[in-house]
């Protein structure tokens, strides 16, 4: 990857959760423990980990989502914070893993994709957001004319798309994926996966992509950060990683997925069977 | 689904996830689906036309429920009304009042009037304030929730009729509707206000909620665009379960003297009035008795069917 400066970058994230125990105590638990990372323009890179790594929460404080309990979070080198919160949000979306919980039941489709040009005050266009929201539709591959269904309405790819659909409504320059597809089935997952790369070709966003599937990782990342137990452990390009990974924990992680997967996940990209337009 | 996608075959929904739909239209059919429920939906229509329309009907049948007749009693009987069953008769429908003569047809007419009134304004009130804090309480949390929560514990644990009937002799007698709904409304917020606040604390961990606040959304616009539409269906639910809640509890302060007073009509004054007439003339108090009864069961009836068709899961209460 190039070599410039970071589109956004976590410094020294740390995250410590209290919980009240019995008798009065307070118990401390630190999720996300002196984490750094940088995404650059236009890369996807992978943030990879067992469950219960710190790798939501790491996402969660660089979409602004919680608050770290130190380090700061950078776009484009400086921070944005209280009133200036817009303008990040503006920058940097967010796509969540459960496609169905993240979207509003009782909100139409056209309500849900443009709820961040609403939210963040874009303006209106003269004929209101339908065309706009249509558009939208078309580049995630869903039929326009279903601009007036309920969430309900589609299979959970489709919902996924309507979920990306409003993530780049504002066009942002920061996607944040947080195991977008591990809810979805593998062919599923392939058709949608193939759907974000042809997004980043087009308007080169820099996706950071969290999950726990490495068979993602081999699809989509350029570069992969490895975590465990709220620290990054390794970082490396995905060639690097997966060939030649440094640490034993990389090591554990690989041998750990099982092979059938890739094959499935393989097979999958050539006749997939989702329903809806790609 | 009706409009074939352009170029992909419709997948085919299972019946779990087909949307259910919360239109006011498909809602009225679903009640209107169990004979119970239509029964009780069209009973209450006819009594709300009639409270809505009560000068028009007593002048249809030309009695007004204020005028002494005389003439419909039986002076030899200690003025106990002439005929069989209280004096049902062409012209007086459902009898007259002992004593006065006063028609009951339209004393019960003008009575829903105030009972309806009075029911419908204490609900209106109280949905609007039980949501609005009930939603407070749910998004915001800490010292908001403690403060919102403990008022609410306090009203609920409060004896509400005996503070309602200290109240209402206390203050000054302005204007009877008014502190009715002023009171029912006091004490009847936090029912409301409590499912309200649980759920909104259920649905503030959705994801969705996370979704708009990393969409941009302020608090202020979660709480009114996001999480309030999923509030619709248990608001509706809530405030038809309140409705026969108040008619009862106005109908009981009127029957204890301290709600509407004599000669405004209500049922629950007409129900206190005919005790004493109980064993010669029981029509007068089987008539306004059952009337009450119906509203109430009526409202409960719908309020339950419209329970089952919003959330399937509650199993009707």
Request: aromatic share 8%; hydrophobic share 45%.
């Amino acid at each position: 990857m190039s070599g410039n400066a970071p589109v956004l970058a976590g410094k020294n994230l740390t995250r410590r959760f209290s919980r009240r125990a019995s008798f009065g105590r307070t118990e401390t638990f630190t999720a996300v423990d002196d984490v750094s990372l940088e995404l650059h323009s236009g890369e996807t890179l992978a943030l990879v980990g067992e469950s219960g790594s710190g790798k939501s929460t790491t996402a969660r404080m660089l979409a602004q989502l919680i608050t770290p309990s130190d380090g700061t979070v950078e776009l484009g080198g400086r921070q944005y914070a209280g009133r200036r919160l817009g303008e990040f949000r503006r920058q940097v979306q967010v796509v969540f893993q459960d496609p169905f919980s993240s979207l509003n039941p009782r909100h139409r489709v056209e309500q849900i994709i443009s709820a961040p040009m609403r939210y963040l005050d874009l303006p209106k266009p003269a004929g209101g957001w339908t065309a706009r929201v249509k558009e939208l539709m078309e580049r995630v591959g869903l039929n326009p004319d279903h601009s007036q269904r309920f969430p309900s309405q589609f299979s959970g790819g489709q919902a996924q798309r309507i979920g990306i659909a409003r993530a780049i409504a504002v066009e942002p320059s920061v996607v944040i994926c947080d195991e977008a597809v591990s809810a979805l089935d593998v062919s599923v997952q392939a058709r949608v996966l193939e759907l974000l790369r042809e997004l980043q070709q087009q308007d080169h966003y820099s996706y950071l992509f969290i999950t726990h599937d490495l068979a993602v990782v081999r699809e989509i990342a350029h570069r992969i950060a490895v975590m465990s137990q709220g620290k990054i452990v390794e970082t490396g390009d995905r060639q690097q990683i997966f060939t030649n990974p440094q640490q034993e924990y990389t090591r554990t992680l690989l041998a750990a997925v099982p092979q059938i997967k890739y094959q499935r996940a393989a097979a999958a990209g050539q006749a997939a069977p989702e329903t809806g337009r790609t | 689904m009706t409009t074939p996608s352009a170029t992909a075959p419709p997948e085919p929904l299972d019946a779990a996830e087909r949307p259910r739909k919360l239109g006011l239209l498909s809602l009225l059919r679903g009640v209107v689906g169990s004979w119970g429920a239509a029964l009780a939906l069209g009973y209450l229509v006819v009594i709300a036309l009639l409270a809505i329309f009560a000068p028009l009907v007593t002048a249809i049948t030309g009695n007004d429920p204020y005028s002494f007749n005389n003439a419909a009693l039986d002076p030899n009987l200690g003025g106990l009304p002439k005929g069989a069953l209280g004096g049902i008769s062409a012209e007086h429908w459902l009898g007259v009042e002992p004593q006065n003569g006063r028609d009951i047809f339209a004393r019960i007419v003008y009575g829903a009037r105030s009972s309806f009134l009075i029911a419908l304004s204490a609900t209106a009130i109280t949905v609007v304030l039980g949501t609005t804090l009930g939603m407070i309480a749910g998004f915001v949390g800490g010292k908001v929730d403690t403060v919102i929560s403990r008022l609410m514990d306090l009203l609920l644990a409060f004896p509400s009729l005996i503070f309602m009937i200290a109240l209402i002799s206390a203050l000054p007698d302005v204007n009877r509707h008014l502190m009715l709904i002023i009171v029912l409304s006091l004490f009847g917020w936090p029912y409301i206000a409590r499912v309200i606040r649980g759920q909104t604390m259920s649905l503030a961990r959705r994801e969705f909620t996370e979704a708009a606040i990393a969409s941009g959304a302020s608090r202020t616009r979660v709480v009114f665009s996001e999480i309030l539409p999923n509030l619709a269906g248990t608001i509706i639910v809530l405030a038809t379960l309140a409705v026969p809640g108040y008619i009862g509890t106005e109908a009981g302060l009127s029957f204890l003297g301290i709600g509407l007073v004599a000669p405004a009509p209500s049922w629950g004054q007409m129900i206190w009035s005919a005790v004493s007439w109980f064993t010669q003339d029981p029509m007068y108090f089987i008539i306004p008795g059952a009337f009450l009864t119906l509203t109430v069961l009526s409202f409960m009836v719908v309020g339950d069917r419209l329970q089952l068709l919003i959330d399937p899961r509650s199993g009707g209460r």
